[in-house]
């Protein structure tokens, strides 16, 4: 949403360039300043009232959302990822305003073009592999991967903390043979999806509660379960299942790597766009290469800007 609200609010800027095209083209033909002049001073101040602006948004969104980490670094690495986003769009903006003769129909373009990124930056849904190029010069695709690793690498999420009575493994087993008539269940207000994921994370650190289902098995007299090698040669366990059955799983260690998996799941999809997840990516990295559009798309400002002046000389 930020990323998108960064992308899409940029239109605002369209009426500048369109209304003050007729002033630039008198004073470029008056020999006043280069175009490249007038490309960067318009940007700058632009992109100067955007820094004010980030700034006030950064503050109120980040720390109104109670998941965000609270470390200095953190937060100031959100606020410089989103002043380059927001710089990026700006410069985009003026990109196609630049040569266009209305303001509908540069906002229209301006609107379609965000709407792209948003569709092929690999959050939404797995991105096809005609439009696998297209998604690695998508600003929004590095914007959000900067965020993301920013908030989730080394990431504490203790997300069960405000759920009181998550699903026990009865229950969920229950659940699981009535599978056919969930939707009952959520019309009777018997349904919670925040108890049976909550439930589901706490089987790794609650062993004895599985195997409480089968107390034959949970019977410390007839079988000795905290020696793995007795898992492994009485019930076939492999080394893995018995070591996690004798030892369990912190739940701390779950909930601190959390972060990671959601790193490992985008960009969605397995095919070439998303071969490579954010989490073999580093955070500057991801800006870097917002930061390479940002000037790659000033350029294309320039070129733009110069071409208006020639299509008005016909």
């Not at 948003?118 to 900067?146: E, Q």
Request: hydrophobic content about 50%; aromatic content about 14%.
């Amino acid at each position: 949403v930020v990323l998108f609200v960064a992308s899409i609010i940029s239109i605002i800027y369209v009426p500048g360039i369109i209304l003050e095209k007729p002033v630039f083209l008198r004073e470029i033909n008056g020999a006043c300043y280069r175009t490249t002049s007038y490309c960067a001073a318009t940007f700058i101040i632009e992109a100067t009232a955007s820094v004010i602006s980030s700034l006030l948004f950064c503050n109120i969104l980040y720390w109104a959302i109670p998941g965000f980490s609270r470390r200095a670094s953190t937060f100031f690495f959100f606020v410089l990822t989103h002043i380059i986003v927001n710089w990026t769009s700006i410069a985009i903006t003026f990109t196609i305003s630049a040569p266009l003769p209305s303001i509908e129909i540069a906002a229209g373009i301006i609107a379609i073009y965000s709407l792209l990124n948003l569709a092929i930056m690999g959050f939404l849904s797995k991105v096809p592999d005609w439009w696998g190029w297209a998604s690695f010069i998508s600003y929004l695709r590095w914007g959000l991967g900067a965020f993301m690793i920013n908030q989730f690498s080394d990431a504490y999420f203790p997300f069960c903390q405000d759920v009181p009575d998550p699903s026990n493994i009865t229950e969920l087993l229950e659940l699981i043979s009535s599978v056919a008539s969930l939707k009952s269940l959520a019309l009777a207000g018997r349904l919670s999806s925040d108890n049976i994921a909550c439930g589901l994370l706490r089987l790794p650190s609650n062993i004895t509660d599985v195997l409480s289902v089968c107390p034959v098995l949970s019977d410390p007299p007839l079988f000795n379960l905290t020696d793995p090698a007795t898992l492994e040669r009485v019930f076939a366990c492999t080394p893995q299942i018995a070591n996690l059955v004798v030892s369990s799983v912190n739940r701390t260690e779950i909930y601190s790597q959390i972060g990671y998996l959601l790193l490992s799941f985008y960009p969605q999809g397995t095919n070439y766009p998303a071969r490579k997840k954010y989490l073999r990516y580093n955070k500057w990295e991801c800006l870097g290469y917002v930061g390479v559009i940002l000037v790659a798309f000033f350029f294309f400002f320039c070129m733009t800007t110069l071409l208006s002046t020639k299509l008005s000389k016909r």
